[in-house]
């Protein structure tokens, strides 16, 4: 399914990706710019894919429990039939949907579309994740946020997975991961 862009002469769009490791605040920081395009009475929309049903099915909820309500879809092609007339489209959790979220990414840009991306870049063994990568290249603006090692204070940038499975995708929250420096995390398990 190809859905053809309606360019916007007027409008010019773009696409701003805030990537970083878990607990580094991506959803919050999301959070916080959809609240201010609100401010400005700009109509905006969330999306999500439905495989993260961590906290509820339909609000994007960060780990500080500010809710905004978005919308869980199964492909990224269904935002495009989803969309109604927002200004700002915040999508989160972009590692998880498939490759198609960059092409529809750069559509809603062409479309005038303000693109607010929030997704972690690398999995549980610091390998880039999903679509994330690509999406991070074609980007007009990226913001990488960091998460504090749980170990040492310093700065970390990856997710440690605590248990042993070796999917890559593990849904969990502290209970099966904590936010590690690269020195923490090289160390593994003889912490
Ligand atoms: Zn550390």
Not at 43 to 62: G, H, L
Not at 67 to 95: F, T
Not at 120 to 147: E, N
Request: aromatic share 6%; hydrophobic share 40%.
């Amino acid at each position: 399914m190809f859905i053809e862009p309606h360019i916007n002469n007027e409008k010019r769009g773009w696409i701003e990706v805030i990537c970083g490791s878990m607990f580094s605040g991506k959803t919050e920081e999301l959070i916080r710019r959809m609240k201010r395009a609100r401010i400005a009475n700009l109509k905006t929309e969330i999306f999500k894919p439905a495989i993260d049903n961590r906290y509820d099915e339909m609000n994007v909820v960060s780990h500080d429990e500010n809710i905004i309500v978005s919308q869980p879809v199964q492909h990224s092609q269904n935002i495009l039939l989803l969309i109604h007339d927002a200004d700002v489209i915040g999508i989160d959790e972009a590692q998880f949907f498939d490759d198609g979220i960059v092409h529809v990414c750069e559509h809603l840009a062409i479309s005038g579309k303000r693109v607010i991306v929030t997704g972690l870049d690398m999995d549980y063994l610091g390998r880039p994740f999903g679509p994330v990568p690509q999406l991070l290249a074609i980007a007009d603006y990226i913001t990488k946020l960091h998460a504090i090692c749980v170990h040492c204070g310093n700065i970390a940038s990856i997710s440690y997975r605590k248990t042993k499975q070796s999917a890559q995708v593990v849904l969990g929250e502290l209970d099966i991961y904590e936010p590690r420096c690269r020195v923490c995390y090289a160390k593994g398990d003889k912490i």
